[in-house]
């Protein structure tokens, strides 16, 4: 079983939709979340990141964790075609030393408009 | 705020040449990591850098890949001899440490290689 499990779709929207990203994981030392966003031929961007569960808002992105299920999501509301792009849900370890990420293997979207 | 840069932006080699890339972090991120990302996969950890220390090179091929970090701030990650599966987006992040403790890494470009 792979550490980090995502779909890697692709997942084609209608603009205005509201889309669910997932990620599930098998390792409960991971603490912290985050989603970045990478388009085509550009290096990943941080979109959002979290260390506890519960949820997460910022504008139209809402990230959700879910410790006891370990299970992720980024929620993205009135979805934009400027949204295409992949996302990949990035974990790390707590702990001193190394800060290594541990990545899914990103979902592709498409929002049409 | 400038982000992290990287060079050159495509690299195209035969197996068994050798290669170089570059990378020049935000001002001030002690931290400095190095991913190989193939294509239709995430990010993989090639080596972190704390200063101009190693801090983790367990998933680095030490036997043709090499990482220095001269002076605490730019880094050379080199390739040598490359392979086919070499081919991949080597990209360069760094981060700094906040209140959480979360070190967010920020991402260059990336280097695309291919190696025919």
């Known amino acids: 079983q792979k550490e980090v499990e995502q779909d890697p779709g692709p997942l084609s929207v209608p603009e205005g939709a509201i889309v669910s990203l997932n990620c599930t994981y098998s390792?409960?030392?991971?603490?912290?979340f985050m989603w970045y966003r990478q388009y085509s031929r550009k290096g990943p961007e941080l979109l959002m990141y979290t260390y506890s569960s519960g949820n997460k808002e910022d504008g139209r992105f809402t990230a959700q964790v879910d410790k006891s299920s370990k299970y992720i999501s980024l929620f993205i509301r009135d979805s934009q075609p400027s949204d295409s792009a992949t996302y990949l849900c990035?974990?790390?370890?707590?702990?001193?030393?190394?800060?290594?990420?541990?990545f899914g293997k990103g979902t592709k979207l498409s929002v049409i408009p | 705020e400038a982000g992290v840069a990287q060079s050159p932006r495509y690299k195209i080699i035969e197996k068994r040449q050798s290669v170089a890339f570059w990378c020049n972090p935000i001002?001030?991120?002690?931290?400095l990591y190095w991913y190989q990302q193939i294509l239709g996969q995430g990010p993989k950890l090639l080596i972190q850098?704390?200063?101009?220390?190693?801090?983790?090179d367990s998933q680095l091929p030490k036997d043709r890949f090499s990482a220095e970090r001269l002076k605490g701030v730019d880094s050379t990650l080199k390739i040598q001899p490359a392979k086919l599966e070499d081919s991949a987006v080597y990209l360069c992040a760094s981060s700094f440490p906040t209140g959480t403790g979360s070190h967010e890494q920020y991402f260059g470009p990336g280097t695309r290689l291919t190696v025919t």
């Open positions: 390792n409960s030392a991971f603490q912290y």
């Open positions: 001002s001030g991120h002690a931290t």
């Open positions: 850098f704390q200063n101009n220390g190693v801090v983790d």
């Open positions: 990035a974990l790390r370890r707590s702990g001193a030393g190394s800060y290594q990420l541990t």
